[in-house]
């Protein structure tokens, strides 16, 4: 059971704003399993309570634009039996770019993406439980980076 939602606002002030909010809340139940009965009742694995995004973004055709954004991924259990349970994370990411825009669809962009601003040990995929609760597959995301880069669309 769950409810998601999305809301997109462009402030007519602004050109090229755009702000925006989407959120998922979600109530999991092992109802019936054949193969291991003492399942039922428990919630299933890898499903957080709740999903959170807010974004900023301003991106003109040509020129100066950049976007904040913030996730946010609810706690959930790690394994069947609901003896592990990762407390999921929080992370924001900016980035800052300038576009030409050239004739039809050719454009360049050239970027700067600053990713994980607060340093959050996080990943986005963590399974399994030890004995202690502890999960046993831990893939963690970069500390915060800065990514440089060029996109050239030619088409």
């Known amino acids: 059971i769950g409810l998601e939602g999305e809301l997109r606002y462009y402030p007519p ?7 925006s909010t989407g959120f998922g809340i979600f109530n999991t139940e092992i109802v019936e399993n054949i193969a291991d009965p003492t399942l ?10 709740h999903v959170a995004n807010i974004a900023a973004s301003y991106a ?7 976007s904040l954004k913030w996730r946010s991924l609810g706690s959930y259990y790690t394994n069947n039996q ?4 990762y407390e999921g994370y929080d992370v924001v990411n900016a980035s800052l770019f300038y576009t030409v825009r050239g004739e039809g669809n050719q454009n360049t962009r050239w970027y ?5 601003l607060t340093n959050e040990v996080y990943a986005e995929s963590v399974s399994g439980a030890d004995a ?4 046993t597959s ?9 990514m440089i880069g060029v996109i050239v669309s030619l088409m």
């Open 40 to 49: 039922e009742g428990n919630e299933l694995q890898q499903i957080p309570k």
């Open 138 to 146: 831990f893939n963690p995301r970069p500390p915060i980076n800065v």
């Open 112 to 116: 700067l993406d600053i990713n994980n």
């Open 82 to 85: 609901n003896t592990g349970e």
């Open 13 to 19: 002030a602004i050109r090229n704003l755009e702000l």
């Open 60 to 66: 003109p055709e040509s020129g100066l634009g950049g």
């Open 132 to 135: 202690q609760g502890q999960p």
